[in-house]
C-alpha cells in the first residue's frame, strides 16, 4: 500500500486477544499510520476501542469495523455505495467505511431495488457526482447492470452471500456481474465490501471532483 | 396435451428425412391435429414444404419453426414476449412461433435492455394488456427482474446460452432469473423458447383478456 | 406488486424485534393492506400476534407464516399444490399458504409419489378442476414430469433441498426440473414455496374458474 | 471376466486399422472366445466384418456394435431394457446388444415415457417376467423412478446425454437417477449402454427365470 | 415393494416423536409386516425399544438401524460387503443391516484397502462365495474398481462422504465410480448404505447360491 | 454511454453482411460518433474497411478490432496493460485498443510473467505512471496479484481462456483473481479485454496525469 | 509404508477414546515404530501424552500434531516450508511436523506473500539450500508460481481453505496450483499439510545434500 | 529454469511458422542450450526437423514432442512411467520424452490396469528402482493409489481426460488422485505429462541411483 493508507488488520478467524494485540503492536510501531480493522465482532471492536482509550476512533457496527489513528481529513474524491436493503447493508457498510478511512467523501443510498426502478431514476444524481460507484447486491445480483445503464462512472460490483438455494452462496450474483450487458463494471469477491471500498476510494482519490463534501475526521458512527 | 394442442416435432438430432417421415405419418395419422416442428434448420423446413404441398404452413426462419395443419384461427388470450436484441432473437421467436400456433395473440418486443432503462418503460402498455409475459435474456439474465417490477402478469423466464466466458453456456442467466428479487417469475430451461411460449398461451388461454386482438391464420412469415 | 396485493416480510435473517417493528410499521402507515410474514418461527410469529392484538389473523405453522389485515374473502381461481410426503410439507404448506393469501383457493395433495403412481393417478380430479398446479418436489424432482403427463394447466414446479449426497441442497431436483419430458412446466428457486404460491395464485385469478371455492377469511389453521 | 465372457474392444478414439488389426490379434489368439466391439461407427464395423469373412456375426447399427465368435447359444436369464424413445434408442441398443453378447434374453421397450403414463403401465408385464431392468433415460432422467414403483426386480439406471441446457450432457439426468424417490435403483456411467447391459447379463445368468426366452445365434440385425 | 419386503422408515429429520409414532402405527396397522428404521439416532432408536416391548428386535448402532416385526429367517442368497476402515464402517453397517433385513445372508469384510493390496487378495474366496459384492468407499472410491478386477459378480458401489478438501463430500468417490474402469460396477447415493444393501438382497434373493448361510433371526447385535 | 463515447459493435456472432450493414447505418445516423467494432475477424475488418473508404480507420488484428469516425486526438490519462506472452496476446491487445478508442494512452507491457518476477520489477516505472493498470492472465491467473503489490493504481484483471485441463476454459484465473491476496484489483468476464480497456479508460479520464502522452489520432496498426 | 517409517493416525472424527486406544495397541504391538498422530485437537494430544508417559514425545500444538516412539535422530535431507501468514499456520505446521517425523530437517519461512514480493526474493537462500520445498496458500493460491520462478527444486503445493465467498473452502487456490505458469509444481489434496510434508520428506531422504543440518530429537514445541 | 535446463516451447495454438521462427532463433541464439518443444503435431514436428537439417534430434510421434541440440548423455537418475493403456499412451509419452530430455533415464510401464491387479504386482521391480514413479491414468483415476500402496518412491499422478459421460475431461480422476488413500502422491494437471515428466527427472537427478542406466543420446523414437 502506498504511503499514508491505512494498516488493515483482518479480524475474522482472529481471537479477540490477538486483534487487540496486533492493534497495540501497530500503533506503537507507527503511531502516525491509520489502522482499519475489518469483519471485528463486537468483542473485537470493544478489545480495539479499550486498546485504544484516548485516540480518536471510528467505528461502524453494522460494517462490522473500527478505524484509529491519524484518519484522512480532507476528503479525496467521491465514492456513491448502492443496494437494495437490509440484507445486504452489512457489505455496503464496510465498503462505506473502507471508502471513508481510505480518504473519499462517501454517498449511501440504499433503498434501491432492481424491481423499483423509479428509485435508482431518483438517486441519479447522486451516481451523477461521483467519482466511483459501488453497487452491492445479493441474490439475482442484477442491480449493477442497471445502474451500468444510468451512468459513465467507474462502477464496483460486490456480489453478496444473500439468498438460499440457487443463489449457492453468492455465486449466482457473482454470474450475473461478470456478465453484465452495460459496461463499465467490475467485480469483486463475494461479500468483499473492503475491496469495493478500498478501490472506489483509489479511483476517487486521483479523481478532480468531490473534494468540498465535508470532512471525516468527526464521525463516530456512521447513519444506517 | 389437451385436445386440440398440436403435436410438436423436436428436429434437432433427427435427419432431414426423418423429420418429413414422421410429418407425413402424422399428417396421415391426423388430419385434423395441427403439427409443429421445432429447431428445424432451412432443409428441414423445406422437406416439411415439400411434404405439405398445399396445406396451410406457418415457417419462422428466426426461430427455426414450421407449423401446419389446422392451425387456430381465433385467438385465446394474448401474450408478451420480450427480449433485449439481435443474439436473443433466435429464442424469442421460437417462444413467439410457439405461442401463436398454441393459440395465444402474440406481441414481440426485441429492443429492450436492462441497461437501456427508459426502452422497458416504453414497454409498459404491452405489458399490461398482456395476460402473460416471456422474457428471454443471455448473458446477465438480469431483465425477468426489471420487468418483474413493471407488472403482476405471471413471467415466463428464457434464459439463453447467449454470452461467453464466465456465462458457462447459460448457468449464469439461469442462476439470476431463479434468484431473482422480483416476485411473479418462473423459469424454462436453457434456450427453451418452446416451453416459454407453450407456457404462455396455456396461461393466456385460460384467461378473458385478449380475444379480440386479430387472427393468426392468415400469416405466413412472423416479422422479424 | 399490483394494488390490493399483500406486503411481503420476509423474516429469515431478521431478528423477532425487527420483524415486530416492520409489521407494526406497515400496519398503521397503510392499515387497509393486508400483510404476509414468510420464513417466520415460532418467535416471530408470536411477536406477530402480539403486534396485532385484534385482527384477523391467519397462521400456518409447518409453512412457518403468518398473514394478517383484510385478507381476500372471495377467491380467484382455484390452485392444486401436490407434493409427495412428509419432508417437503413445509415447502408445500409455504405455498398453499401464500396462495391463499394471494386470493386463490387451493387444494392440497400430499401423498403422491414418483414411486407409487396410483395414488397420482386418483388425484387427477382434483388436477382438472385447477388453474395452476404446484408440484413440490425433492431428491429426484421427478414428480412434476409425472403431474405434466396428465394435465394441461400450467404447473410451477419447486425443488426443494430435501435428501442427501447427490442432492446437492437441491440442485438434482432443480436440474430436473428444468429438464422436464413433459411441456407445460416452469420452475422456481428451491423451496421457494413462496414464490410458486403466489405464482400460482396470479394465474388463477385471471382464469375463470374457481370463484366458488369457498371463503378463506375464517381459516386460523390449515389442515396437514 | 469371467472365463467365458467375451473380450470387449472399446472402438471409440481408435482408428479402423487399429480396431480391425485388435479383431483379428484376438480371433487368432483365442478363436474360442467371443469378442465384442462397441462404439464402432460404420466404417469400424465394415473393417471388423471383412476381417472375420465367414464366422458368425452380431450386428447392430443403432447401437454402434458388433460381436463375432462362438457367442452363447442359450440364453441365462432374462433382461429387460426400457427407454422413452428415438433419441435414447443408441444407448438402449446398445445395453440390449451388450446383454444379448454376454448371454441373456433381452425384451426391449421403448415408447415409455414419463409424461405418458398409461405406457409404462402397460408395460408391467415384461418388468414382471425379467430378472434386471435397464433403464435409459435423458433429459430430466425421471423414468427409472417410475419404473422402480412397478417392480422388486433390481433395475440399472443410464443417464444420457441427450438434451440441452441444463441438462448439462447428462449431469441433470444422473442426479435424478441417484437421488431416485424408489429403492431399487443403481446407476452406472453417463451413455453406459455397455455398462448396464453387462451388469444386468450378470444377475440375470444367476437367477432362475428365463431359461426357455428362445435362442440368440440366429439374429443378424436387432429389431428397432 | 414387494409383498414380504419390509416397510422403511427414513428417521433422519424427524423428531423421537414422529418416528415412536410411525412405527406404532404400522406395527398396529399391519403386524406381519417387518419394520426396518434406518438413520436412528440412540434416541430413536431407544423409543422404537419402547415402543416393542416384548417383540423380535434387530439393532446396530454403528449402522444406525433397527428393525422390528417378522424378520426373514432363512436367507435368500448371500451378500458380501466390503469397506476399507472405520470412517466407513456406519455406511458399510447400514448395508449390512439392510440386506440382512431384506433377506440375505451377509459377510462384512471390512479391512480392506487400496492401498494394501494383499488384504483384498485375501478376501478374494468370500468374494467367491457372494451373490453380490458392496463395496463401500469414501476419499478417492478406488476400492471398486479394484474388487471389479477380482469378481464377475454384480457390484454395488457406495460412496461416502468421507475425506475432506477436494473429496466434495463425496462427489470425488461418486464420479470415480461411475469411472470404473473395471466392468460390472453399478452406483448408488454418497452414503447410501441402505440403498446398496437392500439392491444387494434383491439381487441375491433371485440367485441360486448361499441358501444354506445360516439363519438370521437370532441376532441382535451385528459384529463391528 | 456519455456523449462522446464510442457506438461499440460486437461482431462475434454476427454475419459479416450484418457487421457492415450495422456499421453502415451507424455512420449515416450519425457521422460525428466513433464506431468501435470488436471480435472482428479478418473477413469482418475487410468489410468495415470497405464501407468506409476514405474515413479515419484504426485496425488492430492482433485484438481483432477496427474503429472509425472522430476517433479522440488528445489522450485523456494512462493506462497501463500488462500480460505475460504469445498466447494472452489477443486478450491484452483488445483492451489496448478499446482503452485507446475511448482516449487513453496506452502502454503495452508485454513479457511479464509470475515465473520471471524481475521482469516485472523492471516494469515497475510504467506502473506508476500509469492512471490504470489492466492485467491480462490466463493459467493460473497469478501475475494481478503480483502486480497488486506494486502499485497502489486501480488494477483490473482480465482472465483468459488460456490454458488447458483444470483451466476450465479461464475459471481456475477468474477464481485467482477474485481471491486475490493484494488490495487493489476488481475482475472482468473471462477474455473480455474490451470491457477491460474501456474500464481503464473510465478511471484514467477523470484522472489527473498523463495529458501530455502523445497523440493516437494518426496509429493505423499497434506495435506487438 | 516403507520399514521404518512412522505409523499415521488421523485423529478426525475419532473420539478422544479411540485415539488413545490405537496409540497404546500400537505403542505395545509394535514398540520399536514411531507413531505420528495428526488432525488432533487439545484433548486428543493430551490422551496421547498420558498414554505415553515417559517415552520420546514431540508435539505441536499449532500443527495440531504429536509424534512418539523412537524417532529419526540424523536428518536425511532438506524440506523448506513456505506460508504467507497467520491463517495458513495450521497447514504450515502440520507439514514440518510431519516431514520432520518422517526424517528431514525442515526451515519454515512464514511471513512471504505474493503481495510483497521483496520477502520471497529475501528467501532465496533457504530455498536454494532445500531438497524439496513445500508451500501453503490459500485464497488466490498464488505463491507456489511465484517460488516456481526462483528454484529448480521440486515443489510440493498444498492450497487451503482459508478465505472466502469465491474462494470456494480451497478450491480457487486448488486450480491455481495446478494451472502454474511455473513448471516443477505438483500439488496435493486441500489443507493436507501432511501429505506435503511426507512427500517433501520423501524426495529429501533419498537426495545427497543436508545430512548435517542438525539433529530433531531433543525438540519438544516447534517455533511459531 | 536452473543452466543446463532445456528451452521449451508450447506448440498448442502456435501456427507452423511459429514454431520453427521460435526454435530458430533459439537455436542461434543460444546453441549450447537444447530445446524441447511440446504438442507438435506431425507438420510441427516436420518444421522443427527441417530448421535443424543436421544436429541431434530427438522424436516422438505418440508424444506429439521432439527435441534438439545437445541433449544429456549421462542419465541423471531414473523415472518410471506407469499408465494403464492405449488411451492414455500419449500422456504416458509425453511424460516420457520430458523426462529422458531432462536427464534422466526412464523406464515405461504401459500395461498395469486397476482391474488387473496381477499386473501391476508383476511391475514391483521396476518400481523400486526407480527415483520417482510418474503413474498416467485417466477415467476413474485410481492407479496412482494402487501403486502408492505398493512403493514408497515419490509419485507423480496425472490424470487424463480419457473417457466419457462423468469423467468430465479428467475432472474425476484429477479428484481420485488428490484423495488418494495412499501416502506420497501429488498431482499435476490434466493430460499434463510435461510437468509430470519435468518433475519426476528433478526428483531423480537429486537421488543418488540409476546413473549406470545406459544414454540417451541414440534414440529418435522411443518405443511403444
Ligand atoms: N474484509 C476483508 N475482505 C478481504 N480482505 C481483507 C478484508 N479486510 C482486510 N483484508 C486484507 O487482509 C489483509 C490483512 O490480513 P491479516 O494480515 O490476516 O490481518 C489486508 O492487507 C487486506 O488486504
Ligand atoms: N424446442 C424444444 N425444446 C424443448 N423441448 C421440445 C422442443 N420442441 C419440442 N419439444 C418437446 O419434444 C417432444 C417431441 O420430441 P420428439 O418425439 O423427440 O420429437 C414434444 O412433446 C415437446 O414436449
Ligand atoms: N438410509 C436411507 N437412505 C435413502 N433412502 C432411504 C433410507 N432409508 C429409507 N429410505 C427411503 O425412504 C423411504 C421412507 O421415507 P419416509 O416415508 O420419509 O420415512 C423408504 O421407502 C426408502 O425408500
Ligand atoms: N505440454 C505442456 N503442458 C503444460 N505446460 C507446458 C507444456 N509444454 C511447455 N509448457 C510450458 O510452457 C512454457 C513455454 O510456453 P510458450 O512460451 O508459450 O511456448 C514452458 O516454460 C513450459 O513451462
Ligand atoms: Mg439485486
Ligand atoms: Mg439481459
Ligand atoms: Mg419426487
Ligand atoms: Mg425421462
Ligand atoms: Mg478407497
Ligand atoms: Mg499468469
Ligand atoms: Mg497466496
Ligand atoms: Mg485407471
Do not use: W
Request: charged share 15%.
Amino acid at each position: 500500500l502506498r504511503t499514508g493508507d491505512p494498516e488493515v488488520v483482518y479480524a475474522a478467524g482472529k481471537t479477540t486477544e490477538q486483534v487487540a494485540a496486533i492493534v497495540k503492536h501497530l500503533t506503537s510501531a507507527n503511531p502516525n499510520r491509520p489502522i482499519l480493522v475489518t469483519r471485528a465482532d463486537e468483542a473485537a471492536r470493544a478489545a480495539v476501542r479499550a486498546a485504544c482509550p484516548d485516540g480518536h476512533l471510528l467505528e461502524d457496527a453494522t460494517g462490522r469495523c473500527v478505524a484509529l489513528g491519524p484518519l484522512p481529513e480532507i476528503p479525496r474524491g467521491r465514492v456513491a455505495v448502492v443496494c437494495a436493503g437490509t440484507s445486504d447493508l452489512p457489505v455496503a457498510a464496510e465498503a462505506t467505511f473502507t471508502a471513508r478511512v481510505f480518504g473519499a467523501a462517501v454517498e449511501q443510498i440504499t433503498d434501491v431495488g432492481v424491481a423499483g426502478i423509479h428509485r435508482i431514476l431518483a438517486a441519479r444524481p447522486a451516481l451523477d457526482r461521483a467519482d466511483a460507484v459501488v453497487v452491492v447486491a445479493g441474490m439475482d445480483g442484477a442491480l449493477p447492470s442497471v445502474v451500468g445503464g444510468l451512468t459513465g462512472v467507474p462502477i464496483v460490483a460486490v456480489p453478496t452471500s444473500v439468498g438460499y438455494g440457487a443463489a449457492f452462496g453468492g455465486l449466482a450474483a457473482l454470474l450475473t456481474m461478470l456478465n453484465s450487458c452495460a459496461p463499465g463494471i467490475a467485480v469483486v469477491n463475494i461479500d468483499n465490501g473492503f475491496g469495493a471500498g478500498l478501490y472506489g476510494a483509489r479511483i476517487a482519490r486521483q479523481s478532480g471532483s468531490g473534494t468540498d463534501s465535508g470532512t471525516l475526521g468527526t464521525v463516530t458512527e456512521l447513519p444506517r
